[in-house]
């Protein structure tokens, strides 16, 4: 697909309007693609938490695959664009209070977001070693995951995203726009750069 009809593509799907004068903004179609796909990552994760929580048990493959979905494309492509383009660019405007309390409070989601994914890696990596009290940690780590990212997404389609419209013209927000694009080049070469060194620490 060419880069033009990515941006057609990606303007065709729901684009957050500004609440005030109703213009939609590029670079929240491209992101609200992204949180399409999380979602649906995130009710599959929600049917393995149903099976443990009626007394099955977890492959922990299947948890090695959700971290590797949450890490790469959840937090580092996803919230990578919106703290490191979006948000960047936000934070030097004149945001209102309740605009940049809420900035801020999505920033702080995105780090326990983290912290919670680092904490189902040790229980899996505890599991995995023969202790099956772990599977209650998991299971606590997987709930606090299905509820955290329906609610976060909903707070930037429904109410931050919308407001942050209006700090941005129409050139601005094309000029963000190239910017996702260069920055989901990086990911693939990222993502195996960090494959690579994960194993030479292992050696
Ligand atoms: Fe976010
Ligand atoms: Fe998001």
Redesign the pocket.
Known sequence: MTQAASIKAANEVHSPKCSKCGATMRIISF?DK??RL?ERMISRIGDRLTSIESGGTVDPLFIDTAVDFIRVYADRT??GK?EDILFRDLDKRALSDEDRRLMNE?IEEHTFGRRTTQELVAANDRYRNGEDAALRDIAEKLRFLTSFYPR??EK?DKTFFPAARRYFTDEEDSAMLAEFYDFDKTMIHRKHTWVVEKLESRA
Do not use: A, D, R, S
Request: hydrophobic content about 35%; cysteine-free; glycine content about 0%.
């Open positions: 992101v992204e949180h999380i996803h919230h919106e999505l976060h997404i930037e």
